[in-house]
C-alpha cells in the first residue's frame, strides 16, 4: 500500500470514526434531554396532544383552563392549523383510537359496591342531582375522601366526567384525583358552577382493571361527590341509559334530561362527536365549525348563518367579552390569525372546554378552548317560547 493510499484510508477511517462518535454523543444527549423534560413535566402526565386532544399525543394539559394560547410555535387547534405535523399526527392517533369500540360506564353515588365515602351524607333536594341525590362533605367535616370504582377494559385513553350540584358554599377548587396509566393527576373543579351536567376533567391514558377517581373534601367549603361518567371513543357521555360494564356488572345512568338552555345545547353538541370536519359544509357526514355550531342551537329555534362573522352579529343573542363570564352552552368565537377576521367557534361545554369542529382534528371533539388562538367573546342564546313544548333534541344525524 502506498503512502497516499495510507494517508486516504485513515482519513477515511477518523472520519468514520468521528461520525460513530458524533451519533452516540447525539443520542446521549436526546436521552438525557428526554429524561430532563420528563422531570420538568408532573409525573400524572396527561396524555393530550397540545392539550384536549381525544387521544393520546404530545403535550400534556395543563391544570389551568385559562392559560394563554399564545408562545413560539404554538398551533391554534381551531380552523387554522390543519396542514401542520402536529395536526397530521394527531389524526393518526385519533385513527387509531377509532378502531376501538366506543365504551361508557357511569358511576353515580348510589351505585352498590362502586362508590365508598367514609364521613360524608347523603343529600337530596336538588333538582341538578345525577340520580336525585349526591353525597356531600360539609366545610370542616372530618370526611375522607369518596372513591368512584370504574373498569376499564382495555389499556387505552378514556374521557373522564363528572356530575355535581351547585351551591354558592360549594369548594371553588375541588380536587378530583384520576389514576391514569402515568399516575394520580389531579384536576381542581369549580363546584360554585357549570353543575347539573356532565362535565369533562380530561381525556388520560388509563390501566385495563379497577381503577378510581377520587374527590377530597375541603376544610373551608362543601364538597359535592355525585356521579363519575367513563367514555372511550367518539361517544358522547351517557345520560338515561343502562351500561353494561366488563363483568357482567349494570351502572345506570339515572340523570334527568335537562331543560336548562345551556346544557341542552352542550347535549346536542356533543352528539356531532366524531363527525368528519371539512370547510363550508354543513351535512350528515361532514361538517364546518359553523356547522356545528349552528345544529346545536337549531332545535331552540333560532338559525344562526353559516359564516362566523354572521354568527357574531346575530341579532337574538346576548354577547359576552370575557372568558371569565362563560356559561355551558354558550358560542365562543376566535380570531386564529388576528387582523379582526373570525375564524373558528364552537360551543363552551364547561371546565374551559370546546366542543368544536376542528380542523386541527380533523373532526368534531371536545377539547381545552385554550388551544385555539385568538379568544374574541361569545354569544349566548335562550329557548324560544315556542318550541318548549318539545324541548328533545333533534338526532345527531338530522341536518
Known amino acids: 500500500m502506498s503512502l497516499t493510499q495510507v494517508r486516504t484510508w485513515e482519513g477515511g477511517h477518523v472520519r468514520r470514526l468521528a461520525a460513530v462518535v458524533f451519533t452516540v454523543f447525539a443520542a446521549v444527549f436526546l436521552v438525557s ?53 402536529e ?11 377509532e378502531r376501538m369500540p366506543d365504551y361508557s360506564q357511569v358511576v353515580d353515588n348510589s351505585t352498590k359496591g362502586r362508590f365508598v365515602a367514609p364521613g360524608w351524607e347523603r343529600a337530596s333536594g336538588s333538582g341538578g342531582s345525577h340520580g336525585g341525590d349526591y353525597a356531600l362533605a360539609k366545610a370542616g367535616s372530618d370526611a375522607k375522601k369518596a372513591t368512584f ?11 373522564v366526567y363528572t356530575w355535581y350540584t351547585t351551591a354558592s358554599e360549594n369548594a371553588s377548587a375541588a380536587r378530583f ?35 378510581t377517581v377520587k374527590v377530597s373534601p375541603s376544610g373551608h367549603a362543601a364538597v359535592v361527590a355525585d356521579a363519575v361518567a367513563i367514555v372511550r371513543g367518539t361517544a358522547a357521555p351517557p345520560e338515561e341509559t343502562a351500561f353494561s360494564a366488563a363483568g357482567g356488572d349494570t351502572l345506570r345512568a339515572s340523570a334527568t334530561y335537562s331543560a336548562d338552555t345551556g346544557p341542552d345545547i352542550v347535549r346536542v353538541a356533543r352528539k356531532y362527536k366524531g363527525t368528519r370536519y371539512k370547510y363550508a359544509t354543513c ?20 338559525m344562526l348563518p353559516m359564516d362566523e362573522r354572521g354568527q357574531w352579529r346575530y341579532e337574538q343573542a346576548r354577547r359576552i367579552r370575557s372568558k371569565s363570564n362563560l356559561l355551558p352552552g354558550d358560542i365562543v368565537f376566535f380570531q386564529e390569525e388576528g387582523g379582526g377576521v ?7 361545554s364547561g371546565h374551559g372546554n370546546l366542543v368544536q369542529a376542528s380542523s386541527y382534528y380533523g373532526k368534531v371533539v371536545e377539547s381545552r378552548m385554550k388551544y385555539v388562538r385568538g379568544f374574541l367573546g361569545a354569544i349566548r342564546v335562550t329557548r324560544e317560547s315556542s318550541l318548549t313544548d318539545n324541548p328533545e ?7
Open 33 to 85: 434531554f428526554a429524561s430532563l423534560s420528563a422531570q420538568a413535566q408532573p409525573a400524572n402526565r396527561q396524555y393530550e396532544p397540545s392539550g384536549g386532544s381525544e387521544a393520546s399525543g404530545n403535550t400534556p394539559e395543563s391544570t389551568a383552563p385559562d392559560a394563554p394560547s399564545s408562545g413560539a410555535g404554538f398551533v391554534s387547534q381551531g380552523s387554522v392549523g390543519g396542514d401542520t405535523p
Open 87 to 97: 395536526a397530521w399526527a394527531t389524526r393518526r392517533d385519533l385513527a387509531e383510537e
Open 149 to 159: 370504582r370504574v373498569k376499564i377494559p382495555t389499556d387505552n385513553d378514556y374521557g
Open 177 to 211: 384525583v384520576i389514576s391514569s396509566a402515568s399516575g394520580p393527576h389531579t384536576e381542581k373543579v369549580d363546584q360554585t358552577k357549570e353543575g347539573g351536567m356532565w362535565i369533562k376533567l380530561g381525556t388520560f391514558e388509563m390501566k385495563k382493571g379497577e381503577r
Open 283 to 302: 351535512t350528515k357526514m361532514r361538517m364546518s365549525c359553523t356547522c356545528e355550531t349552528k345544529k346545536s342551537v337549531a332545535h331552540l329555534g333560532h
Open 342 to 348: 373570525i375564524t373558528h367557534v364552537g360551543v363552551y
Open 393 to 399: 333534541p333533534p338526532d345527531a344525524n338530522n341536518n
